[in-house]
């Protein structure tokens, strides 16, 4: 049993049933036990895109470059990273986007990580980047409440999904939050036993959802991104959204844990396993409010097929050896094909004004 089960565990007993959403926080963030504050998860865990391909970030980066001459070529502004990872794709970005005049001098880099562990990853993955093309040195934050004043641009991949989820579970009594309990000396789902509260809005289309159906919502997610829109409809910018989930709201448990890059049962083990959870990017989008334009969500493989991946992999491989050629080829079948990440993946971007993102 890890500490952080027995600190789960203390807490019900005091307590009562946990919402899943409380575990989650739990078992990613614990100051202590927390997955994401006591390991480096990438590459053991999961892969991301940008350690996929160099070709990632580029095209992060130069749609980036693209939104800031849209927006005017402000002299000063924000670029924001939320969730950094090991840096590598705000790494990938800046290279490329130093190629647009007066990017690098304007910028103002910003990375949104409460992992230690992580935090010191990015330090020094971006330490040779900025100080070769003229950054200035990134700052690190804890949340979105710290972000600088002035436009913003903003990037958020595979952010989201480990956000905490309220899950909730149509009973024979009606809907119930989804809870952990323990039963038998092991901690289980269960319905809680009172009723959901009334300032809970679930989807009018789940009325008469059958007795087992289970849906999620993010609080988390929504608030952030409604923060981030207020901010760039007051001050101009964007946010680009790139996540695994769905395009319309829909019902269905999506709650999984991985270790060591395998599935495993999502309450064994808290603090060990990477728990994450599908995104509604039809919840995200709808936090746009006046001065802001949520732009029709597109696939991962559509996104970076319009801004270029086909033309940059064919850059890379002049003068690559046929193994180089190869894996540059693999990486953009992973990237983009309907069978790996080009179709779970999904694209969001959040605009001030008429600004016309590229890729949508």
Not at 200 to 206: D, G
Not at 228 to 252: E, F, H, K, P, V
């Amino acid at each position: 049993m890890s500490d952080l089960s027995t600190i789960i565990r203390d807490e019900i007993s005091e307590t009562g049933p946990m919402p899943v959403a409380r575990f989650m926080a739990l078992a990613l963030g614990h100051p202590q036990h927390g997955y994401y504050t006591t390991s480096d998860p990438l590459g053991t865990d999961f892969t991301t895109s940008p350690e996929i391909s160099q070709m990632f970030g580029e095209l992060v980066g130069a749609w980036a470059a693209d939104v800031w001459h849209q927006i005017g070529s402000p002299v000063a502004f924000t670029l924001v990273e939320l969730g950094p990872g090991r840096g590598t794709l705000m790494a990938d970005a800046l290279r490329a986007a130093s190629g647009q005049p007066g990017f690098a001098k304007a910028a103002r880099i910003q990375m949104v990580e409460t992992s230690p562990v992580l935090s010191r990853v990015q330090q020094a993955t971006l330490a040779p980047i900025t100080t070769k093309f003229g950054y200035a040195e990134p700052e690190w934050i804890n949340s979105v409440d710290q972000l600088a004043d002035g436009p913003l641009i903003i990037i958020a991949n595979e952010f989201f999904d480990a956000l905490p989820i309220h899950q909730f579970v149509k009973t024979d009594k009606g809907w119930r939050e989804q809870c952990v309990v323990e039963t038998d000396g092991k901690l289980a789902f269960a319905p809680s036993p009172t009723p959901v509260p009334g300032g809970v809005m679930l989807a009018p289309s789940l009325k008469d959802a059958p007795v087992g159906t289970i849906t999620e919502t993010c609080q988390a997610g929504t608030a952030i991104i409604s923060e981030l829109c207020q901010r760039i409809a007051n001050t101009s910018g964007a946010a680009l959204i790139i996540d695994y989930g769905y395009t319309r709201s829909a019902a269905g448990d999506t709650l999984q844990a991985m270790r060591k890059g395998k599935f495993v049962p999502v309450l064994e083990n808290p603090g060990k396993a990477d728990l994450t959870a599908h995104v509604d990017f039809q919840a995200l989008a709808e936090c746009a409010g006046e001065g802001t334009t949520a732009h029709p969500a597109t696939t991962q493989g559509q996104f970076l097929l319009q801004l270029g991946i086909a033309q940059r992999a064919a850059m890379l491989k002049q003068g690559a050896t046929p193994d180089q050629a190869e894996a540059i080829d693999e990486a953009v079948r992973r990237l983009t094909d309907d069978d790996a990440m080009g179709t779970l993946f999904k694209v969001l971007a959040i605009t001030a004004g008429r600004i016309d993102p590229a890729g949508f």
